[in-house]
């Protein structure tokens, strides 16, 4: 079960394939600034509590995920939003409660506990919960 987790957590971070490939030379890549709270608590570097070796960072609108210290080099880009911005449809109600991520893997994640210290995410299609606390 804790490979599931890590198999999970890593996909969620390097599935995605650089957004450049798709602009023209000149193109510069736009990344809307997002300011909410969640967006800012968000921030920084986060441990997955099953595999500690696994950490994800947040950094303005990109994350990048690393294993025992050595970052797999991709970017992913990500919004915090009130609905799920892939078909899943799914939506709460509740604002800022869903991490969108882009790319090849378009995915997204209920954001069920944000803290300063802890971070739970619910990948939306698989209903699996991943565990993170703030390093």
Not at 8 to 23: E, G, M, P, Q, V
Not at 27 to 53: C, F, P, R, Y
Request: glycine share 4%; proline share 1%; aromatic share 8%.
């Amino acid at each position: 079960m804790k490979a599931i987790y890590l198999i999970i957590a890593l996909l969620f971070f390097t599935s995605c394939k650089d957004n450049n490939k798709h602009t023209k030379p000149n193109e510069e890549v736009k990344i809307a600034k997002t300011t909410s709270k969640t967006h800012k608590m968000l921030q920084g570097t986060w441990v997955n509590v099953v595999d500690t070796l696994s950490t994800i960072s947040f950094e303005g609108n990109t994350s990048k995920n690393s294993y025992n210290g050595v970052d797999n080099g991709r970017n992913i880009f990500f919004t915090v939003d009130n609905t799920c911005a892939t078909n899943q449809s799914v939506t709460t109600g509740e604002e800022n409660k869903y991490l969108n991520t882009t790319g090849a893997a378009e995915e997204c994640y209920y954001i069920k506990t944000l803290t300063k210290d802890e971070l739970e995410l619910q990948l939306v299609a698989e209903e699996i919960v991943l565990k993170f606390r703030k390093k």
